[in-house]
């Protein structure tokens, strides 16, 4: 069986895309506060500047898979697989992300946010993400039923 290429630009950002999320959402964000002296704030302060480059290489990403579904004008997958994975990275710039750096901000100004369980959406936004993710890219590799 052979398989046929369609989207290798689509293919190469979702797994580059999952790479980033998994190295920074699930190593580098709790990691961080057991380094020897980073306080708090250090890890809060590094954790916003790390969280906004994130999101940004997330939009690059996000905006090359699109472009590259539609550049062949043959769209080899239903967009579905790809929606998921935007409608979440969409949720998480306009609302979460916001929400996140707005407790942050509070700590580092000496206030107490209180409880909230805006961090646990985010990392199940970010699992759900990641699976999809995989998904799509495994997807876009797609056997080619052609040949015989």
């Known amino acids: 069986m052979s398989y046929k290429l369609v989207h290798p630009i689509a293919l190469i950002c979702a797994f580059t895309w999952v790479g980033f999320v998994c190295a920074i959402s699930f190593m580098e964000a709790w990691l961080k506060f057991r380094a020897m002296g980073v306080t708090l ?3 809060l302060g590094i954790g916003r500047l790390v969280f906004n480059a994130l999101n940004k290489v997330e939009w690059v990403l996000a905006t090359a898979i699109l472009v590259d ?3 062949t004008r043959k769209l080899s ?3 579905a697989y790809a929606a998921l994975p935007l409608v979440i990275l969409i949720t998480q710039t306009a609302w979460l992300l916001p929400a996140l750096d707005q407790r942050a901000l509070l700590t580092l100004h000496g206030q107490n946010p209180g409880p909230s369980s805006l961090h646990f959406i985010y990392v199940a ?6 699976g999809a993710l995989v998904l799509f890219g495994t997807k876009l590799v797609m056997p080619n039923t052609t040949e015989g």
Do not use: A, T
């Open 41 to 43: 704030p250090i890890g």
């Open 125 to 130: 936004f970010e699992v759900i993400k990641v």
């Open 77 to 79: 997958l239903p967009l």
């Open 69 to 71: 579904l539609f550049w």
